[in-house]
T-cell receptor
Framework: DTAVSQTPKYLVTQMGNDKSIKCEQNLGHDTMYWYKQDSKKFLKIMFSYNNKELIINETVPNRFSPKSPDKAHLNLHINSLELGDSAVYFC????????????????FGEGSRLTVL | QKEVEQNSGPLSVPEGAIASLNCTYSDRGSQSFFWYRQYSGKSPELIMSIYSNGDKEDGRFTAQLNKASQYVSLLIRDSQPSDSATYLCASRGRGSTLGRLYFGRGTQLTVWP
């Protein structure tokens, strides 16, 4: 059973299109994230949700809109795709500590490679 | 900007050698540090975490933290070809909640037989 699963794994699309990536985790974690990894392997946080609430919203164009229907799911919708959006998008989750906060251990999905032509 | 810098590599060592991976961070308030390993085409996975000054050992891996110098390192003893991967250093700042990690750009390690 995959712990954090993302679909699709590959996306090839034209500039200007809209696309979505879905993520589900079956680990029972409260916190979920979207990270973006560029071609030089730089991994940067985009969004974080805790139990369906948006907690972290980094400086990301508002063409990117996350949605968390429940704490096990976090989706990412991207409008008007641009060439610079080409990257691997990782969904991740982490458990909460008893006193709040996280351990820092992120459980990543396999990634969704987005190519914008 | 909370930056994490890693020695750019790539690093190439023979099987059985010690691989040394280094990382510096700019935010003096950072409290927790992590090493993630990422195989080519795969997702990152946590291999070590360290919170206090000094060394922390786990099997062939040793993480070292020096907060005064704002320096974190990862030593891999008896390196194996299966250790060939990109190693990502990450920090979490004081007061940072809910898993906001700042990652370095990674060091690519190749262990040749």
């Amino acid at each position: 059973d995959t712990a954090v699963s993302q679909t699709p794994k590959y996306l090839v699309t034209q500039m200007g299109n809209d696309k979505s990536i879905k993520c589900e985790q079956n680990l029972g974690h409260d916190t979920m994230y979207w990270y973006k990894q560029d071609s030089k392997k730089f991994l940067k946080i985009m969004f974080s949700y805790n139990n369906k609430e948006l907690i972290i919203n980094e400086t990301v164009p508002n063409r990117f809109s996350p949605k968390s229907p429940d704490k096990a799911h976090l989706n990412l919708h991207i409008n008007s795709l641009e060439l610079g959006d080409s990257a691997v998008y990782f969904c991740a989750s982490s458990p909460l500590l008893a006193g709040g906060g996280n351990t820092g251990e992120l459980f990543f999905g396999e990634g969704s490679r987005l190519t914008v032509l | 900007q909370k930056e994490v810098e890693q020695n750019s590599g790539p690093l190439s060592v023979p099987e059985g050698a010690i691989a040394s991976l280094n990382c510096t961070y700019s935010d003096r308030g950072s409290q927790s540090f992590f090493w993630y390993r990422q195989y080519s085409g795969k997702s990152p996975e946590l291999i070590m975490s360290i919170y206090s000054n000094g060394d922390k050992e786990d099997g062939r891996f040793t993480a070292q933290l020096n907060k005064a110098s704002q320096y974190v390192s990862l030593l891999i003893r008896d390196s194996q070809p299966s250790d060939s991967a990109t190693y990502l250093c990450a920090s979490r700042g004081r007061g940072s909640t809910l898993g906001r990690l700042y990652f370095g750009r990674g060091t690519q390690l190749t262990v040749w037989p």
